[in-house]
């Protein structure tokens, strides 16, 4: 983020505003909290999508199968604990949680490492068969996901100390959605350090600026972005888990209907952007419920004008790169 | 037999997609020796760095530096055999602070403090930009930057792309100045020049392009001192330049 580029962080706070004459005090507070808590996963699955965007160039429309992986994978888990999931203890809760998280991120992160492999390394610097190939390997493990988890939606219990709701002045904030949302804020504290102090953060930086002059000065890029790739692939499939456990049910159509969203999500923020896809995030889990609420039909439309919004205030997005 | 020359480039082609630009370079430069690539706009200097960096690959010939085939390695790897490169647009990351691209140029061991004094010594204005974003400074200030990302760390070669274009007199004196520090802590530079006044002033050895080959190679001193040399091989001679 650069210094005095502070419109684009006040967008969030406008858009709470915006919402607030249009519904009730306690709705407007329970659709806020869902829609912060729902960005915040949001932007668990879109980082890694903006940062293999940022650093390679490639547009990878496979990213929302990992984040539907991640999902079944945590209701796998979750079938396995009961006792966990069902102890009215908040420990055993999210002892369950992050088995389930953990899971998921692990596969999908070896997954990701596999699929940079196989696939995405044939494709650098070709966008038109990066996007045939990866929608193609989209509906190819959609398709493994029905073989291996079956054709049916599976429903996930809330894990019993984290079902009810806390009720501020009338309006009710489920418990869940506070530890989505602060595992969301997290991964976005961590990856803003990462980002910011380290050396390995510095070269990530730089070489979505400019890949060429990063690999002149002796860094391998490539290398480098198998790691990202990895990263982000795991982050999609923690945030599919935490996923499934917010919405209560996993299909195999989750990561094709959420890939749409997390490309929304990106583009608003600028390509290649983490603190841009974070805001990003956060306008389209809040559109997302302020509209479901007042006017169900028009959610998916009113997330398309969001960005059409956007894109014609700041045409490359809310916190473009720079690009040398 | 050890080769004399820290670089050289035998009978070097580059193909930039279907166009034939490099058409056969031979050059030879010997360690701690400053060579300067001259020739007129278009004549594919930028090319035969830029191959040299793996930036582009040779499609014949050979590159040799310090007992190593460049022709087989690629950028990254070409660089940690001690080469720092700063190209034509200088490579700069815009949104970067100065200090964080100075980080950039050292190795695992993060900027060591003299290393800082030197360039700080020789450029001075950056000390007062020092987090600022390399995309706020002026062209100078930014080419001071460039070459002192490739001071931070000693190495064996530096190859600069056009320092000088664009900027101010004091300023040229300055990366002058730079240069020829590097130069005596035993540098190998090839530079790439068009202004004359700063060739002259640094080159030991002078190569001339023209049209994707070497076509005169010799000593600066000599080529200084040849004006009808000049003004067949560069279309100007040293005096109408400074
Ligand atoms: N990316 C490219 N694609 C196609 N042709 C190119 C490309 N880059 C350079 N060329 C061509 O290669 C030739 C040599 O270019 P090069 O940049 O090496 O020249 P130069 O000597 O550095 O010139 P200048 O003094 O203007 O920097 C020119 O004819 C140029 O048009
Ligand atoms: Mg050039």
Redesign the pocket.
């Known amino acids: 983020m650069r210094a005095g580029d502070t419109a684009p962080i006040l967008a969030v706070p406008l858009l709470l505003l915006a919402a607030l004459p249009a519904m009730g005090f306690a709705d407007w507070l329970t659709l806020s909290a869902s829609g912060l808590a729902m960005g915040m996963l949001l932007f668990l699955m879109a980082s890694g999508l903006t940062l293999i965007f940022g650093l390679m160039d490639v547009l990878n429309f496979t990213h929302g199968a990992f984040v539907g992986f991640g999902a079944f994978i945590a209701a796998s888990v979750w079938a396995r604990l009961p006792g966990l999931v069902a102890a009215p203890g908040l420990a055993a809760n999210l002892l369950a949680l992050a088995a389930a998280g953990g899971a998921a991120a692990l596969v999908c992160g070896g997954l990701g490492l596999a699929f940079e492999r196989v696939v995405i390394r044939r494709v650098y610097g070709a966008h038109l068969r990066q996007i045939l190939i990866t929608v193609g390997a989209m509906i190819v493990a959609e398709q493994m996901s029905v073989v291996i988890w079956g054709p049916d939606a599976l429903t996930l219990a809330k894990p019993a100390s984290l079902a009810s709701s806390f009720i501020v002045a009338g309006g009710a904030v489920e418990k869940f959605r506070l530890v989505a949302a602060a595992l969301g804020l997290a991964a976005f504290a961590a990856l803003r350090l990462v980002l910011a102090r380290t050396r390995i953060g510095l070269v990530v930086r730089a070489g979505v600026e400019d890949r060429e002059m990063v690999e002149a000065l002796g860094y391998r890029v490539r290398r480098l972005f198998v790691f990202v790739f990895a990263v982000g692939t795991a982050l999609a499939g923690l945030g599919g888990a935490m996923w499934a456990v917010y919405a209560g049910t996993v299909t195999a159509g989750l990561g094709g209907e959420l890939t749409v969203l997390l490309f929304t999500v990106v583009v608003i923020g600028g390509l290649g952007s983490v603190s841009g896809s974070f805001l990003g995030a956060l306008l389209v889990g809040l559109i997302t419920n302020y509209v479901g609420f007042l006017a169900p039909k028009l959610a998916l439309l009113a997330n398309v004008a969001l960005m059409a919004g956007v894109l014609l205030w700041r045409p490359r997005g809310l916190l473009p790169l720079v690009r040398t | 037999m050890a080769d004399p020359a820290l670089l050289r480039l035998a009978g070097v082609h580059t193909h930039?997609?279907r166009?034939h630009?490099l058409h056969g370079v031979d050059l030879a430069l010997g360690e701690g020796r400053l060579m300067m690539l001259l020739?007129?706009?278009?004549?594919?200097?930028?090319?035969?760095l830029r191959t040299v960096m793996g930036l582009w690959r040779a499609s014949a010939g050979e590159i040799r530096f310090a007992g190593s085939a460049l022709t087989a390695l690629d950028p990254p790897a070409i660089a940690r055999l001690g080469i720092a490169y700063v190209p034509?647009t200088m490579g700069l990351f815009a949104g970067l602070s100065v200090r964080e691209n100075l980080l950039l140029g050292t190795g695992p061991g993060g900027l060591a403090a003299s290393r800082i004094e030197e360039v700080l010594t020789l450029f001075p204005v950056l000390r007062e930009k020092w987090d600022l974003p390399a995309g706020a400074l002026s062209g100078g200030q930014k080419q001071m930057l460039a070459i002192g990302r490739a001071m931070v760390e000693t190495r064996r070669m530096l190859v600069v792309d056009?320092p000088s274009k664009g900027l101010a007199p004091g300023v040229i004196d300055q990366l002058i100045a730079a240069l020829a520090a590097l130069k005596a802590a035993g540098t190998t530079i090839l530079l790439?020049e068009?202004n004359f006044a700063m060739a002259a002033a640094l080159g030991d050895d002078v190569a001339v392009?023209d049209d994707?080959r070497i076509v005169h190679v010799g000593t600066m001193a000599a080529l200084a001192a040849d004006t009808a040399l000049q003004v067949r091989l560069l279309g100007l001679h040293l005096g109408s330049h400074q």
């Open positions: 930039i997609g166009y630009i020739g007129r706009n278009g004549a594919g200097k930028t090319t035969t034509e056009e790439v068009q392009m994707g």
